[in-house]
């Protein structure tokens, strides 16, 4: 296995072999492929294979989209894993967790729609007691606070069935209570507590590419650490509970904020004469270019909102990181603005639209 500076590759032979080749060839195509990155970032390796310790903040890169997987995984890799809630996130998720080789077994309100998981190989369970007495770790991806909680503490919730060496990663998107709330509960039983909401919709999911921003239990992290490798492409450790939903809250609080500014300028720009879809060049060529905006951008011209991420969750979001700026008396009006256009958006019949949807009640506003 060949080391550079900065990147560790070990994905494959073929790719390290030809790593090494490029080395010793000219160093200088190598400094290519691996750029300085400034202290305190590290690349990291992504393991599947082992546990292993990590610094407070770090990262991990894949190099290639395609999935490569170790033939050797299911039998080395001997935990068993629960995922709970198989949506649009948890379901490619856990085929993920599936594919490189792990016990999962899951659980969602409406069965059919673990369906093709269990074609895959995963086991169904009946509750969410079921799956965490089951499990040595156990995921959950739910859609609100309300429903984290029910599955979690709720009658045959997950609680009920974890006990000491269990560990509970809930990668749902809630505000800091109600983590702290499912923590108290999970870990009187005497299991481990970890909050890991993602950043990332459904295709950051399909393709493993999201990001963990995760807090709690750091044994249990380290632990976990590489099933959020086979998951996503980066993850960070925050501190105590509360500090990964503060974190993702704040996350999605500014990409409501731009998703709403760019629906403005849109509207805008037509509105005037201009071209929308040069807009959408011109920015993406700029300062403020975010692949966001390149890739909403085009159907929204079209007037198109295929889902990845659902408006009425964004909405919520925004709800919360309203709660979130008020407990500390921060003023966020630009957010509070912005929550106002997704609530008239809710209003219209959008709400399982994608979050992109809300230039219509823009179109809305300003032909009334």
Known sequence: MANCHNCLISKTPAICSSFTLSMAINYTSASSFCPQIPNPIQFRPKPILHFFSKPLISFSSRHFSSRIVNASVKDEFSERVGFL?????????????????????????????????????????????????????????????????????????????????????DVSTVDAETSKLINERITRTGASFLEAPVSGSKKPAEDGQLIFLTAGDQSLYNKVAPLLDIMGKSRFYLGDVGKGAAMKLVVNMVMGSMMASFSEGLLLSDKVGLDPSVLVEVISQGAISTPMYKLKGPSMIQSQYPTAFPLKHQQKDLRLALGLAESVSQSIPLAAAANEIYKVAKSRGLSDHDFSAVIEALKSKTSE
Not at 88 to 116: E, F, Y
Not at 132 to 157: K, N, Q, R, Y
């Open 85 to 169: 809630g198989i949506g649009i996130m948890g379901s490619p998720m856990a085929q993920n967790l599936i594919k490189a080789g792990c016990h999962v077994t899951v659980w969602n309100r409406t069965k059919s729609k673990c369906d093709p998981l269990i074609s895959l190989g995963a086991v169904y369970k009946p509750s969410p007691e079921e799956v965490a007495a089951s499990c040595d770790v156990t995921f959950a991806m739910l859609a609100d606070p309300e429903s984290a909680v029910h599955v979690a503490c709720g009658e045959h919730g997950a609680a009920n069935g974890m006990g000491p060496g269990k560990g509970y990663v």
